[in-house]
């Protein structure tokens, strides 16, 4: 696509509940970010994909987060049992590749709200 | 780990003004880029600085790289409403680590 698409732009869930963030990255994109923005505060790093496997994941910050790839385009970010805390603007962007020479495009972000 | 820096963390200016944010890092960067995002909205990139010492300007925003890769600036000359927004320095080295941000505020 002409840019990274991020569903749903907004999530309103109860407290317990599973939530699914998906990516759809610019077309060709091999490197893939996901980044968590509360508030006043900047995009937190979580995790970055080169092709279908996670090459950094030291970002999430439990085992209640996981994210996929499976085909090396469309990512998933997964969040078991959320809590209050979880909430936040979840932002993906994407590069040409991995390396330090290219741009992140972002997404419009997918803003998660637990009741 | 490597940390990125960002001051001030706000800074209100009259229209017309000039405004400054400073990015600062505790290891040496391979590069670095600045984004600015708007309120409501997500980051979008301004520039890449890439060489010590390296300076780049964008009509009215001068980018700077440090001699020793560690620091950089962002300096708007004469601000416009159409500036305010965040601005956010990345670190790009093993990680892409972002700074807190600087918020500009912009006072008609």
């Known amino acids: 696509g002409a840019g990274v698409s991020q569903t749903p732009s907004n999530k309103v869930t109860e407290k317990g509940k599973y939530v699914e963030l998906r990516c759809d990255p610019i077309?060709?994109?091999?490197?893939l970010y996901w980044y968590r923005q509360s508030l006043g505060q900047g995009p937190e790093f979580l995790i970055y994909?080169?092709?279908?496997?996670?090459?950094?994941d030291s970002g999430l910050p439990n085992d209640r987060f996981f994210a996929v790839r499976p085909e090396g385009s469309v990512s998933t970010l997964k969040i078991q049992r959320t809590e209050r805390g979880d909430s936040a603007v979840y932002l993906c962007?994407?590069?040409?590749?991995?390396?330090?020479?290219?741009?992140?495009?972002f997404g419009a972000g997918s803003r998660l709200t637990v009741l | 780990g490597q940390q990125v820096m960002q001051i001030p963390q706000y800074q209100h200016v009259q229209e017309g003004e000039d405004f400054t944010t400073y990015c600062n890092s505790s290891?040496?960067?391979?590069?670095i880029q600045w984004y600015k995002q708007r309120p409501g909205g997500h980051p979008v990139f301004l520039i890449q600085?890439?060489?010590?010492?390296e300076v780049k300007k964008q009509k009215r925003l001068t980018f700077q790289f440090g001699e020793a890769k560690k620091n950089s600036s962002l300096h708007i000359t004469a601000t416009q409403t159409t500036d305010v927004g965040t601005y956010f320095c990345?670190?790009?080295?093993?990680?892409?680590?972002f700074g807190k941000g600087t918020r500009l505020h912009i006072l008609p």
């Open positions: 962007a994407s590069s040409l590749v991995s390396s330090g020479a290219n741009v992140l495009t």
């Open positions: 077309s060709g994109h091999t490197a």
């Open positions: 994909f080169q092709g279908t496997g996670a090459a950094d």
């Open positions: 290891t040496t960067l391979s590069n």
């Open positions: 600085l890439v060489k010590s010492g």
């Open positions: 990345v670190g790009r080295d093993d990680k892409i680590i």
